[in-house]
């Protein structure tokens, strides 16, 4: 059992819901990334999800890319990610994934990656542009390294696609909220609500709903019948804003309002 599957069942035998916030590495720059994903930690979020830098993100909105670009420009890539990771596994044990398009890992090499990350504590990947059989085969590779591989759906996905990716998925699913890109919305689909339940009916995972929440009113609403809410755009639109001696203030200020049991962490810390 590695470190997702007894967060997110310790979550749920506490009687709760989880929250699982998505950063970019590298932006505004590697020190204050690992800054902010501390404070996301202390904060008390039950996974981190860390967006690596990709010079081509289609299924993210316009605050993901300007944040992914701003992140290359300072020389981010996958083997700056990892360093991220272990300079963070010193000082935390929330579970960590690693959000990424494929190409990035390819480039690695996705042996190279699976021995990396299991040795400096990357506890799933996520993977937007694999699908099928070529997801199948990175889950093998990384599931014997006790890695997870986080399987994305969308209200669109068919019933027989959405069995085969219940069938092969582990850590959780990350049940996407409404077709189309990254981005924070008004509104959360009620598409949402029905692909979480489509699920439930062939899975005992938890599932995540994720893309376009970023409020506390959304997160409340996903909760009632989603196990995670993820809130990303929200977040690093909150890092744009700041000046980068500022970020991590600014996140912390943003999470107190999000949520009230942010404002007591806030307290305790």
Known sequence: MNRIEKKLKQVKADGRKGFIPFVTAGDPDLDTSLEIVLKLSEFGADVIELGVPFSDPMADGPTIQ????????????????????ERFREKSNTPIVLFSYLNPLLRFGLDDLADTAAKIGVDGVLVTDAIDEEAAEISKILATRQIDLISLIAPTTTDER????????????????????????????????????????????????????????????????????????????????????????????????????????????
Not at 72 to 79: A, C, P, R
Not at 222 to 237: E, K, L, N, P, T
Not at 253 to 265: G, I, S, W, Y
Request: net charge neutral.
């Open 66 to 85: 300007r944040s992914s670009q701003r992140a290359l420009e300072n020389g981010v890539d996958l083997k700056a990610v990892l360093s991220l990771v």
């Open 162 to 269: 959405l069995k085969k990716i219940c069938d092969n998925a582990a850590g959780f699913i990350y049940a996407v909220s409404r077709a189309g890109v990254t981005g924070a919305r008004d509104e959360t689909s009620a598409a949402a609500e029905t692909l979480v339940k489509r699920a439930r009916s062939l899975t005992d995972l938890p599932i995540a709903v994720g893309f376009g929440i970023s409020t506390r009113k959304q997160i409340l609403d996903v909760w009632q019948y989603a196990d995670a809410a993820v809130v990303g755009s929200a977040i690093v639109a909150e890092i744009e804003r700041s000046e980068a001696i500022n970020s991590v203030r600014s996140i912390e200020a943003f999470l107190t309002q999000l949520l009230p049991q942010f404002a007591k962490a806030s307290e305790d810390i």
